[in-house]
């Protein structure tokens, strides 16, 4: 039987731990763990920073890691020889960031799991696994809907002068970046995906006004014709949603969900509450 066990929600952004020794629970937060974006030695030493002296690692039984880039088989490989540098006596058990939605949303029911954070993807889950999956693009091709699709386009809307003189004015007053600053950032620094996600703020701060209105909507109805209007069960099954956009801009996602005639089950901003009522109950 686990005693000690860890839980690990990665975004590209963010990796959230849970730590569950017997019956005392500590949550513990790094940068994302993902092979994409960090080498075996840059994710060893995330993890080791963010244990350091919290906990001793030899003591973990089980590790559940869920994150981003893992429907990829070599960067599972790549994950399992870090937290094996790490956790030398714990199982492994690592699934994609979407089974982790799927797994907090639906439990054991068949269902539709969506992620709006930084990327974004969806998949029908039969109760057990994943078995139908939209592709994942990626930020260059991909991510409809998400923080960095959503991002990019407030960028183009600045650079292109399409914001009218106030939001022009909003966002020079907030960001104080010129043309070469941002292109330096999306073209030549690590982690542009990121990048542009944090400029998703901006549209939060300003709703109500029709051109951000326009953004938020468009993008994440691109998510819905691209992706859910192409999955059959999408008509079938309640449709869950987890990420930051969702959580922010869930009543555009109801909104859009009744043009459409579908179901929105559950809007979480994070997956590992429901994680953990998930591997309870597996005990």
């Known amino acids: ?17 849970t730590l569950i020794l017997g019956k005392e629970k500590k949550s513990i937060s790094t940068i994302g763990i993902s092979p994409y974006f960090l080498s075996e030695e840059q994710m060893i030493e995330t993890i080791n920073k963010g244990f350091n002296k919290k906990v001793d690692p030899q003591i973990i039984d089980a590790i559940y890691f869920y994150g981003t880039g893992l429907s990829n088989p070599l960067n599972v490989v790549a994950i399992k020889k870090a937290l094996k540098k790490v956790f030398k006596k714990a199982t492994l058990d690592i699934q994609t960031d979407l089974v982790a939605v799927a797994r907090a949303t639906c439990q ?40 960095a699709y959503l991002g990019k386009k407030v960028l183009q809307y600045y650079l292109y002068k399409t914001f009218d003189e106030e939001l022009m004015l909003s966002f020079e007053n907030k960001y104080k970046l010129n043309k070469d600053q941002i292109l330096d950032a999306v073209y030549k620094q690590p982690l542009p995906n990121r990048y542009m996600a ?4 901006f549209l939060s701060e300003n709703r109500g006004h029709y051109m951000i209105e326009n953004i938020i909507e468009d993008g994440i109805n691109d998510f819905f014709f691209t992706h859910l209007n192409k999955l059959n069960e999408s008509w079938l099954y309640p449709i869950h949603f987890s990420g930051s956009i969702a959580y922010v801009f869930k009543d555009v996602i109801k909104q859009l969900a009744t043009g459409y005639e ?22």
């Open 108 to 147: 054991t029911k068949k269902g539709v799991a969506c992620i709006l954070g930084t990327g974004s993807n969806t998949g029908y889950y039969n109760g057990k696994v994943i078995s139908k999956n939209s592709p994942g693009l990626g930020y260059v091709l991909g991510d409809e809907g998400s923080g």
């Open 198 to 201: 944090s400029f998703s703020t």
């Open 1 to 17: 039987m686990r005693k000690n066990y860890i839980i690990a929600d990665s975004g590209a952004t963010k990796c959230q731990w």
């Open 262 to 283: 579908l179901e929105v089950g559950k809007i979480i901003k994070s997956p590992m509450d429901g994680l953990i009522e998930f591997h309870k109950s597996k005990k």
